[in-house]
Each structure stands twice: as C-alpha cells, then as structure tokens.
C-alpha cells in the first residue's frame, strides 16, 4: 500500500470571543476518523465539498501536519516523523501555492529542485525534456515565475513535483481556476505520466471530470468523515444527482416523454423550454430529440460535486444507525 | 541536524546563486537604495566631521578619515545585513505557503541560509560598494595598514550576515504565534539601528547603553565589522571579536532551528 490511513483526525481548538473578557473553546473536527487505503499505481480521488477536510488531510499525508490520533503511513514512512525522507518520495502540487521560485525564470526552479533532490544532471534532463516536450514547456521556460499565466505556471508546478520521479503523486486542487483547454492538458499528461511511469496519484478536486477522467475510485468526505468509497462508474447515478439536458424548442411541444437515454424532469413556458434527466450519452439524446422536434438551444448541466456529495451524505446518514 | 537533510554542496551552490539572481532582478530598487543609503552617509558624515571638530579633532578615538571609514563601511552594510529588517517569511507563515518549505527534502532553514547569503552577495555589488566609492572619492577613507585587515573584515561581514540572518529568522518566525509580526519587526527595527552602531558608533554611547549594548547580537551586525575595517581592533582582539560573531551566529541559528520546530509542531495551516 502506498498511502495507508486508519482512524486518522486532527481536531482544532478554536478559540472565540463570546463577551468583553471571556473566550469560548470550540474544537473544530476537521478530519474525524478517516480510513482508507491506496494501492500501488492506483490513482484515487478524494472529494467533499469546502470544508470537509480535504487539505487537512493532504498535509497529514506529506507530514506538516500533526495528527490528533490516529495512524498514517506513505510509501511506508511515518510522515511527521519521516518528514524530510518521505519528500524525496512523493511530489505535492497544491493548486493556490507556488513551489517555484518566483522571481527567476522558471528553468531556474527545476534546475534548483533537481540540486535538492540530488538528481543526476542527465537524469534530471532526461524527465525534464519529457514534461517541457508533453506540456509545452519550452516558450517559456525563461520567463519569470510571477510573469506566467495560471495555465503555464501549473505546468510549471506538475513538472516541479515529478521532476524526482516520486512514487506518489498528491494533488491539491490541480486545475482550480485553470480554463478548459489547460484542464485538459493537464489531465491528458497525468493520464500519461501513469500508463509510462505507474505513478500512484491522489487528487483532490471540485470539478467532476478531473475525477471522471483521471481516477479509478474515489472516497468522499464530509465533515470530516468518509461517507462513500468506491468505483466511480455512476458515482452521479448512485448519488441519484443526473446529469441535466435542458433544450430549448422552436415551438412550444408537448413533454418530451419517452426519449431513449432520458428521464423526462419539467417543461417551462407552455413546453418552449424542457428539463431531462440524462441516463445514457448526451449526444444520442440530443439526436433523439431533434428527431422529434426542432431545437433552438442546448445545455447540458453537469451535477456539482457539493450536491453529489451533499446526496450521498444524506443517504450515509440515513442508514448509519441510530446513535452512532 | 543530520547530514541527510542539509543540501547537498551542488544544491547549496545553487541557492546562493538563486538568492543572488532573484534580488538582481530588482535594479530600481537597489539603485534607488544606494542613493537613500549615500544621501544619509552625508548628512551623519556632517555631524560626525563637526562633533569630532569640536571635540579637537577626535571623538572617542575616532578621527577624521577613522569615522569617514566608518560612516561609509556602516551605511554598505545597511543593505547586507538588512538592518531595516523584512517580513517576507512572516508572510509565509500568515499565507500558509510555508508548507512548501516544510514539504522539501532539506532543512528549512539551510534553504532559507542559502538564499540569504546570495542576497547578500548580490547586496554587496552596489548597496555595500556604491556608497563606499562615493564616501573614498569624495570624503577619503582610511586605508588599512595591515594586510591582514581586508580578510578579517571578509570573514567579519560574513559572519555578521548569519547572525543577521538568524534574528530576522526569529523575529519572523514569531508569525506562528502571533500571525502580525509588525510590532516585533518595528521594536526589532529600532533595537538593531541604534545597538547595532549604525547611527553613532558604540564607543560614543554612556557606559550603560555601551553595557546594555554588547549583551546583545546587535554588535555583531555593524561595529564590529566595521571596528575591524577602520582597524580600532587588530590582532588577537580582532580574532577574539570573530569569534565572539561565531558564537552569536551558532547560538541563534540553534535557537531559530529549536524555535521552527516548535512553531511547526503548532502549525494550523491558513488558507486550507
């Protein structure tokens, strides 16, 4: 097993004003008993919504962060105590901090990371050449950190945390506010860093595709807890949240029952605009559809994760029992 | 700190140049510094010529070319030992990003050394040697008898930037206990301008500031260097004031090691 944890919190103690002198104790359960496993050359997806202690956990795992109780092993190593050991064996990008060097130009970062992880120079080219050639690297590989754009500067990053070729890969929130096109590099070139060099990857993340393109599994947490694990085939579906196919129509048609692939949900405006749940692809609803009537416009709305999980947290609590 | 987690020489080479690189890529700023740093050599310059006038010619063993050579060597070192002092890993601290520090492979603090030193180095080029050209041409310096002088005050200026390093190190690391470090940065501020001698020399102060004064790391940062450079201590009292450096610079880069950890071991991450 690469990443191991069993019973793992960390709780806070927050302190807060209630009157002119007096301070009330709250202690904040950030991750409250998390347990799960992740198996070499696996890439998991860990999600929940704001708050659900995602982070706190991550940072458990690379060994900042001391937890409460519980236990935690990565790739074999205690991380608090093995700190220093474990970082030469995983590689961290956290989507809203920078591990490069600002001020110079982004060549310099991984010429340092490479002095610090006491690569061989020719080893060290070598993956480099790989990821500058996968990611598009090289137009700005002399360009000041601060001047890239979010887009490059993740690339930078993902670079940056393989360069030392680690067994596991943790990401925080990798494309959060990247757009579309690099969301895709960067999932195209995670999917092929896996096939070619079987790295084990662990992915927070809010956006559903990064988990439906990149992960294996996925555990959800909530306040804390994990409230569903497992394959992700239907994830949505078995959280009951659908994908939505709203269309807007010429003319005014009666509801659009029976199309194969959907679920009828509502009409709006006398039938010009109907809702339908997705239960097969978009693209052969959207044929069936436009077999029977005369289509406008067309949106299709992906469930977020807050409701998938906010689904599946309720479906938790409903059948834990009682008093546990 | 075991050998396992202090960069390898490659990689400490590396920093230093990296420390040195990424403050060249400021040319305003430190253009700007030197002329701030030679405008105030001026005027104390002025105030030292007139005091030692006064006084017939010497104050306080200093004379003429001895305190032109001190007000020029002091303001240089202004920029290399950062006297005005930075917040830049409090802000770390404050944003959380410290995490990436943490999460690298080598010590913190030989990282954040490193670096420091290449800051220094690039400091030196033209926030320590601008205002010395300018006070030699225009005011006349006092030049070292000794050969021994130059190496000394090297290894002096050197030493005086770890011990620099290592009290802005604890001053900022104070972040993980109270995340504003700008009270303990201004009292840090005002402690090392005037017991540091950067203002007046050491020597000028009553005998219970002077006291008061080398009970402190502050010293080590300008008078003594410049005590050296000047040449008011030669000899084994020279070897004895390095040493006496030496001693500040270990004892407080132990501290702030002790006190990192310590800090970490309390850490609540900002900003998730």
Known sequence: ?324 | MSAAVLPSPRAAAALVRAGFRRYASYRAATLAGAVTNTFFGVVKLSILFAAADAAGGAVAGYDRAALSTYTWVAQGMIAVVVLFGGAELAERVRTGDVVIDLGRPVHPVAVWLAEDLGRAGQACLVRFFGPLAFGGLVFGLSVPRQPATVPLFVVSAVLAVVVSFSCRLLVNLVAFWLLDVRGVLSVYMVASNVLSGLIVPIAFFPGWLQGLARATPFPALVQVPVDIAVERVTGTDALLALAGQAAWAVGLLAAAVWTLHRGTRRLVVQGG
């Open chain 1, 1 to 324: 097993m690469i990443v191991e944890l069993d019973g793992l919190s960390r709780h806070f103690v927050v302190r807060r004003p209630t009157g002119r002198f007096r301070r009330e104790k709250r202690v904040v359960r950030a991750v409250d008993g998390i347990s799960f496993t992740v198996a070499a050359g696996e890439c998991v997806g860990y999600i929940g919504a704001n708050g659900a202690g995602k982070s706190t956990t991550i940072k458990m795992l690379t060994g900042i962060l001391v937890p409460t109780s519980g236990r935690v092993r990565v790739t074999g190593l205690e991380p608090v105590r093995q700190r220093r050991e474990l970082a030469r064996r995983i590689g961290v990008v956290f989507g809203q901090r920078s591990q490069l060097w600002w001020d110079l130009p982004l060549a310099e970062s991984f010429r340092l990371l490479a002095a610090i992880h006491r690569l061989e120079p020719a080893v060290a080219r070598a993956r480099l050449d790989r990821c500058v050639d996968l990611l598009d690297l090289a137009a700005f590989l002399d360009t000041p950190v601060r001047q890239l754009s979010l887009g490059q500067r993740m690339r930078g990053e993902v670079t940056a945390a393989l360069l030392h070729a680690p067994r596991l890969l943790l990401l925080d929130e990798p494309t959060v506010g990247l757009d579309i096109v690099s969301k895709e590099a960067l999932r195209a070139f995670l999917t092929e860093e896996r096939r070619v060099a079987g790295t084990t990857i662990l992915l927070t993340t809010h956006d559903l595709s990064d988990i439906e393109r990149l992960s294996d599994r996925v555990v959800v947490v909530d306040s804390g807890r994990v409230v569903h694990t497992g394959g992700l085939a239907g994830l949505a579906a078995a959280a009951g949240v659908d994908r939505v196919l709203v269309v807007d129509l010429a003319e005014p048609a009666p509801p659009l029952e029976g199309v194969p692939g959907t679920r009828f949900l509502s009409a709006e405006a006398g039938g010009l605009r109907q809702h339908l749940a997705l239960t097969g692809s978009a693209a052969a609803a959207v044929a069936a559809v436009s077999a029977r009537v005369e289509l406008r416009d067309l949106t299709i709305a992906e469930p977020d994760i807050e409701s998938v999980v906010r689904r599946l947290y309720h479906r938790a609590a409903a059948t834990r029992p009682a008093g546990s």
